[in-house]
């Protein structure tokens, strides 16, 4: 599979090199003044500092309304659980907390929502069986 990359705005890089580095794992690569790239989970994302895209409670999956737009990343069941068990150790305010959809169905997920500091949207998703992810 390729990696992708991704660049969005922060609001503050300091805030968001505790965030990403130190609460979710990610390293930081190469950076500057106004922005700064981490490996996200084996992908490329860089923060750049300006305004805030702006998200809305409008994507329905299953019975939850998530925030849209939103970046995630999946994966193994057991790393998601580490991650889960780390970011609830932290207090992190969840938008929808750590959970399994579709139970039982082709394509049973865990995932969790939270909000960076500046307010942008991430879900985290975990697989038992890394194959359902294009589950139909």
């Not at 580095?21 to 990610?26: E, I, P, R, V």
């Not at 579709?102 to 890394?130: L, R, V, W």
Request: proline fraction near 6%; include cysteine; aromatic fraction near 12%.
């Amino acid at each position: 599979m390729s990696i992708f990359h991704l660049a969005y705005h922060v609001d503050d890089l300091d805030r968001a090199r505790g965030f990403y580095g130190s609460l979710l794992g990610c390293q930081e690569g190469r950076s500057t003044e106004t922005w700064a790239d981490f490996n996200f989970f084996g992908h490329q994302i860089s923060l750049h500092l300006g305004p805030v895209f702006a998200t809305a409670k409008t994507g329905k999956v299953g019975d939850h309304m998530v925030p849209m737009p939103h970046l995630g990343v999946i994966l193994p069941q057991g790393d998601w659980r580490a991650l889960a068990d780390r970011l609830e150790a932290a207090g992190i305010d969840f938008t929808i907390t750590p959970t399994t959809r579709f139970a039982g169905e082709p394509g049973e997920q865990s995932t969790m929502f939270f909000h960076d500091p500046a307010g942008n949207p991430i879900e985290i998703k975990g697989f038992a069986d890394m194959a359902g992810v294009f589950a139909t």
